[in-house]
């Protein structure tokens, strides 16, 4: 009889495990999130050039472009009038989802420490677009919207909007302070207009190459303490 | 002449902390297994030992900074893995504990036994088992960890939490047991 030990050892190659997963894809695809901030430069790049032609698409009564300022694959273009307010309460967030499904469908999602009352997934943007809402659709306490860098949006806001910038994670972000029109090209390369259009209180970050919006009514203190609660 | 030769794990980790994501790949392909395992010894099941090997293997590449360069990175990442796994199995309350069974018996003309694999017959592997279940759950986790995944002491101590010390105590003991459990005259 050989020593206990071994026998131990050989029946481990006996015992059923269940099959190892490959989590190599999954891994990889979670790490740039906090370490990949020095690559927005090339899609900083690739804003401004897709953004001539979405500015040049904006009927004539927005032209005026008085500074703009990047954030992820979003850019604040400060014009000298808005255009006419959407209708407030149409807000288009996609599907309702489970958490569990929005995680699958969009690997790299960030959630806050205060759990969200709904997920919406939408389709609207390449690469897809996540909205994460506290409170009811009728009724938006938070709404913090994500999407990948690819994307690209536009900001539009009026000539006495305060911007601040400031600082997230070693990300950079921007806090708004007033109405703004959010403009997007949806996947047929289409420039739209958001018809959200919430209280005017925004936080603009970005996190490796996704690209987060808060928008309620909040103060810049809370908002800046739940994005830098986001993982 | 420069023969080319793959990277050592050192390499690799050195290559990882400076944000080499190829080579963290590497790192995880050749580790998943053994996480993976003993993940699945301490939180039960096998959904949650995925996540916590997938969690385990994010939050290590976030600490890498703080590893420290020579060290085996082994021990290192089965800690950081095993705790997850503990925390996942806390959040779900105290289950039933995890019951090994024998993998289904390969046909006889399948592949070439191990040079140990006619040491074993399968009743004996079932009677070491059901010895094996019937240990209290620190003790059975510290024999699965040593021997059927072969892992060190230094290890299990980091799998486990607890010290090295603490490791060698409770496997001499459990091996006791089971000496007299199964019967052995060789204690």
């Known amino acids: ?231 | 002449m420069v023969v080319s030769r793959p990277p050592t794990e050192e390499e690799l980790v050195e290559r990882a902390k400076r944000g080499d994501e190829d080579a963290y790949e590497e790192l995880v392909r050749a580790h998943q297994g053994i996480a993976f395992r003993t993940a699945y010894l301490v939180a039960g099941n096998a959904a949650d030992a995925e996540d916590a090997a997938q969690e385990g293997f994010v939050k290590a590449y976030r600490a890498l900074g703080r590893f420290r360069a020579g060290s085996p990175f082994r021990p290192w990442l089965l800690q950081i893995v095993a705790n997850e796994a503990r925390n996942r199995r806390r959040s779900a309350g105290r289950r039933a504990a995890l019951a090994l069974r024998a993998a289904a018996e390969e046909t006889s003309g399948g592949a070439a036994p191990s040079p140990e694999g006619a040491l074993l017959g399968a009743e004996e592997r079932n009677r070491l088992l059901a010895a094996l279940n019937a240990l209290r759950e620190e003790e059975r986790l510290v024999i699965s960890c040593r021997y059927l995944l072969e892992l060190s002491e230094e290890e299990t101590a980091a799998a486990l939490g607890v010290r090295r010390g603490t490791v060698k105590s409770r496997t001499s003991r459990a091996l006791a047991r089971l000496r007299v459990e199964l019967g052995d005259s060789d204690a």
Do not use: C
Request: glycine content about 8%; charged content about 30%; aromatic content about 4%.
């Open chain 1, 1 to 231: 009889m050989p020593e206990l030990e071994s026998r131990l050892r050989e029946l481990g190659r006996h015992v059923e495990f269940p099959p190892t997963p490959d989590l190599a894809p999954a891994v990889r695809s979670r790490l740039g999130k906090r370490r990949s901030w020095r690559r927005p430069a090339a899609i900083a790049i690739a804003v401004v050039v897709v953004a001539l032609g979405a500015v040049l698409a904006v009927p004539p009564a927005r032209t005026a472009i008085l500074e703009w300022l990047g954030i992820g694959g979003v850019k604040i273009v400060r014009v000298e009038e808005l255009p006419p307010a959407p209708a407030i309460g149409n807000l288009d967030l996609g599907r309702s989802v489970t958490p569990a499904e929005a995680h699958r469908r969009a690997p790299w999602l960030l959630e806050p420490a205060d759990r969200p009352d709904a997920i919406y997934l939408s389709a609207s943007i390449p690469g897809g677009k996540v909205s994460l809402l506290w409170g009811t659709p009728e009724r938006v306490r938070l709404l913090l919207t994500e999407f990948r860098g690819e994307a690209f949006l536009e900001k539009l806001i009026q000539p006495q909007t305060k911007v601040e910038l400031v600082e997230i994670d070693g990300n950079r972000g921007a806090w708004l302070e007033d109405n703004h029109v959010l403009i997007y090209r949806d996947r047929d390369g289409l420039t739209r207009e958001d018809t959200a259009r919430l209280v005017g209180r925004t936080l603009l970050w970005q996190r490796g190459d996704v690209t987060l919006r808060l928008e309620g009514k909040i103060s810049k203190k809370q908002a800046l303490r739940i994005a830098r609660s986001a993982r």
